[in-house]
């Protein structure tokens, strides 16, 4: 019996891809260099800020540390100024909440976004549903794949690896889940492949939110 569900956020809940690189291009502009196409940005995400800065950027650009420290809060700024524009929740996904909070299922976010931007994202968009807990990245905290945060989660919701799912829509997302002992669901319709997932690590693939009820 599955007791609880830990959700990565952008690509599995929510759409963020434009924000997300309407933020990266603002910044390159800023510093004269051509922005990205949107869909590039589906390989930039999934490791966090500092990596998508890092991977925006050519590599001479950001090889200084200090440097990209600066790029990296340039870009926060630029995201806190644009993320909520154009994020959308994907569909069905809070009819899939309802309902798991209606079986009684547990639910989490981890997510390697900052812990400030993912925090207002889900009150933002998911305020009417009780979360068990919801954990960006933190400082001293290992970021996904490590399984460090997953931990975290399982503990603060008081379930073990085995009744939960891991649910998101990318290899670090699979790659977190196979570290955790967490069963690894991975989703269609965020920003990476079916290919990917099942490489990674993912025991099945859903192509709508509420496939996922019938894993419960």
């Not at 800020?49 to 590599?59: A, N």
């Not at 090889?63 to 069905?92: G, I």
């Not at 809070?94 to 400030?116: F, H, I, P, R, Y």
């Amino acid at each position: 019996m599955t007791g609880a569900v830990i959700f990565d956020l952008d690509g599995t809940l929510l759409d963020t891809l434009e924000d997300l690189a309407d933020s990266g291009n603002a910044v390159l502009l800023a510093h004269g260099f051509e922005p990205h196409s949107v869909e590039a940005y589906r390989t930039f995400i999934g490791d966090g800020m500092s990596k998508l800065v890092e991977r925006i950027f050519p590599l001479d650009a950001v090889a200084d540390p200090d440097v990209l420290a600066e790029r990296l809060q340039e870009y926060k700024a630029a995201y806190q100024d644009r993320w909520c524009n154009k994020t959308r929740v994907y569909d069905s996904i809070t009819e899939l909440l309802d309902k798991l909070s209606e079986q009684g299922v547990k639910t989490a976010v981890l997510s390697n976004k900052a812990q400030a931007f993912c925090s207002k994202c889900v009150d933002e968009y998911f305020g009417d549903h009780s979360w068990d807990t919801v954990l960006g990245q933190r400082e001293g905290v290992p970021q996904k794949p490590d399984a460090a945060g997953a931990n975290d989660a399982l503990e603060e919701m008081g379930v073990e690896a085995g009744e939960a799912l891991f649910v998101g829509d990318s290899s670090v997302d699979m790659q977190t889940a196979v570290n955790a002992g967490i069963r690894a669901v991975g989703v269609s319709w965020g920003f990476r492949g079916r290919e990917e997932l099942i490489a990674n690590g993912a025991s099945i693939v859903i192509d709508a939110p509420m496939d996922l009820v019938e894993l419960l």
